[in-house]
C-alpha cells in the first residue's frame, strides 16, 4: 500500500467536506433569517453530519502517519434564494458521491481496503443527502412557493425533531 496516496485522497476529501459544512451553515443562517425553519434545519443537521465526516478521515490520515489539512475547498457560494440553494447542495452532494466512488476504487487498487470502506460508507451518506434535497425540491415543484411559506408556521426547531419529520 502506498499510505501518501491514500492520505492525499483522504485530505482532498476533507477540503470537501470542509466546503459543505461551510456552504450549509451558511444556507442555515440565511433559511433561518428568512424565517423556513425546517429546510433551515435540514441544512444545519447535514452540515453536522459533512463534520462527522471531516472527522472519519482525519482519523484516517492520522492512523496513516499523515497530517490533516484543514482547508476548505473553496468559498462559499452566496446563494440566497432556497431552489438555488437546493439545486447547489444537490449538485455537490453528487459530485462527492462521483469523487468518492473512484477514491474507493483507487484505495482497492492500492490495497487499501479500510479506507476504501470509509469511502464506500460516505458515498452512502452523500446519496441519502442528495435525496433528502431532492424530496424538498420536488415538494416545492409541486406545492409551488407557497410550500416553503407554510413551512415557517411549522414548530420544528430541534435537529433531532427534523430527522422524522420534513426531511
Ligand atoms: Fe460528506
Ligand atoms: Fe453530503
Known amino acids: 500500500m502506498d499510505r501518501s496516496k491514500s492520505i492525499g485522497l483522504l485530505n482532498k476529501s476533507?477540503?470537501?467536506e470542509l466546503q459543505a459544512v461551510h456552504q450549509y451553515m451558511f444556507f442555515h443562517f440565511h433559511l433561518t433569517d428568512q424565517g423556513y425553519g425546517p429546510l433551515a434545519m435540514l441544512f444545519k443537521q447535514t452540515a453536522i453530519e459533512e463534520m462527522l465526516h471531516v472527522e472519519k478521515l482525519a482519523e484516517r490520515i492520522l492512523f496513516?502517519?499523515?497530517?490533516?489539512?484543514?482547508?476548505?475547498?473553496?468559498?462559499?457560494?452566496?446563494?440566497?434564494?432556497?431552489?438555488?440553494?437546493?439545486?447547489?447542495?444537490?449538485?455537490?452532494?453528487?459530485?462527492?458521491?462521483?469523487?468518492?466512488?473512484?477514491?474507493?476504487?483507487?484505495?482497492?487498487?492500492?490495497?487499501?481496503?479500510?479506507?476504501?470502506?470509509?469511502?464506500?460508507?460516505?458515498?452512502?451518506?452523500?446519496?441519502?443527502?442528495y435525496d433528502n434535497y431532492e424530496k424538498q425540491l420536488e415538494k416545492i415543484e409541486k406545492f409551488g412557493p407557497s410550500y416553503l411559506a407554510l413551512q415557517s408556521f411549522s414548530t420544528v426547531t430541534e435537529p433531532g425533531a427534523a430527522k422524522g419529520g420534513a426531511v
Request: aromatic share 2%; proline share 4%.
Open 14 to 16: 476533507v477540503a470537501d
Open 64 to 129: 496513516l502517519k499523515g497530517e490533516v489539512e484543514m482547508v476548505p475547498a473553496g468559498p462559499v457560494a452566496k446563494i440566497k434564494e432556497p431552489t438555488d440553494m437546493l439545486k447547489k447542495a444537490m449538485a455537490m452532494e453528487e459530485g462527492s458521491q462521483l469523487d468518492y466512488n473512484k477514491a474507493a476504487i483507487e484505495c482497492g487498487a492500492n490495497a487499501d481496503s479500510v479506507t476504501k470502506q470509509i469511502f464506500e460508507q460516505l458515498t452512502a451518506d452523500e446519496e441519502r443527502h
